[in-house]
């Protein structure tokens, strides 16, 4: 029996659901919407302090490859425990199909944190970024296995003149050469590949070096201790992203003080 590719299912599913968006909010009515919004908050600029690691913590209810993570899943709960932990910013798993995910939680994160928001998702087109800025992300995550040179640059653009900081996110040397042809100011190296689903924190220690000095580097996926975090703090890492590990923890907020150190 071949392995199945968990992305191709996952990608099949969001191009449906985009097509379904767009009828229910047309992009022109976006732009009207967006037009009249209050300033993002400042993602990037969150995560670059010298000599310290930051934290991106996730919002993630499921995945593919674990099932539920968190069966008493309470955004209010989650939001505070976040914020009382000093996470510096918060990602929004918004996939629905196969995360169990919902743009509106978005929103309702930032009403109840003050940290800026990543929206995490499988973003394809223009609509997304509209979208992304009208419920409410102050960050996108584009992934450079799904998208072109010329998309990237597009999707960049348009985030740029929505005022959306934006991730970039590589798990191979031929995705990071890509990335870097774009002189993107932060990359993401995921450790997980998306298609089988396993995750190899090596995948970091191949890709950290090629990487120029002066870029926002953040790393995702596998990290589950302390010495994970001291690892990439020593490395040079900016941040880090890091979601089942509190999703699966009885007290979330302890669990974000033993992993990060604080």
Known sequence: MPKIDALK??????????????????????????AGLPPT???????SRPRQICLIAEVKKSSPSRGVI????????????????????????????Y?????????????????????????????????SRYFGADAVLLIADLLT?????????????????????????????????LELPAIGINNRNLHTLEADFKITEKLFPLIPKGKIVVVESGIKSHQDVLFLKVLGVNAVLIGEAFMSAPDIRSKVEEIMGW
Do not use: C, W
């Open 9 to 34: 299912e996952i990608i099949a599913k969001k191009k449906e659901k985009i097509l379904l968006a767009k009828q229910a909010m047309p992009e022109e009515q976006l732009k009207i919407i967006i």
């Open 70 to 97: 968190r069966q008493d899943f309470s955004l209010p709960e989650i939001a505070r425990a976040y914020s009382e932990a000093g996470a510096q910013a918060i990602s929004v798993v918004t996939e629905e199909d």
């Open 149 to 181: 040179k010329d998309k990237l640059q597009e999707l960049t653009r348009i985030a740029d003149s929505l005022g959306l900081d934006y991730l970039v996110e590589v798990h191979d040397e031929k995705e990071l050469k890509k990335v870097l042809s």
């Open 99 to 131: 995360f169990s995910g919902n743009i509106s939680y978005i929103k309702e994160i930032k009403n109840l944190a003050a940290a800026p928001v990543l929206r995490k998702d499988f973003i394809l087109e223009a609509y997304q970024i509209f979208e």
């Open 41 to 47: 908050r400042p993602f990037l600029e969150t995560l």
